[in-house]
């Protein structure tokens, strides 16, 4: 398994540059010249873990949208992959 870095500013995802917008996504990321809409979800469920549904105005706009990335995230290791896509793209 390889070596995880001690903290994200020794992995090089240190800096970016998120907005909290609200709708129709929660968050605006900017990073490495980059730039993804992100929306937060929570985990439901005890014994088969899920994330909480989308709401109608979310899912119209991820299916209607043309721009760049849009991406769900459920915790911070996945808002750390995203970033690492965002870098290596």
């Known amino acids: 398994m390889p070596r995880r870095p001690k903290s ?3 992995s090089g995802l240190a800096g970016a540059y998120v907005w909290i917008i609200g709708l129709p996504v929660d968050l605006l990321c900017g990073f490495c010249g980059k730039t ?3 929306e ?3 985990m439901t469920g005890m014994k088969k873990r899920k994330q909480s549904r989308f709401t109608a105005l979310q899912t119209s706009f991820m299916r209607d949208w043309i721009g760049g990335t849009v991406a769900t995230v ?3 290791e996945g808002a ?3 970033l690492e896509v965002m ?3």
């Open 8 to 10: 994200w500013r020794h």
């Open 36 to 38: 993804a809409l992100i």
């Open 40 to 42: 937060c979800k929570t």
């Open 74 to 76: 459920t915790d911070a």
């Open 80 to 82: 750390r992959r995203l």
């Open 87 to 89: 870098r290596d793209k």
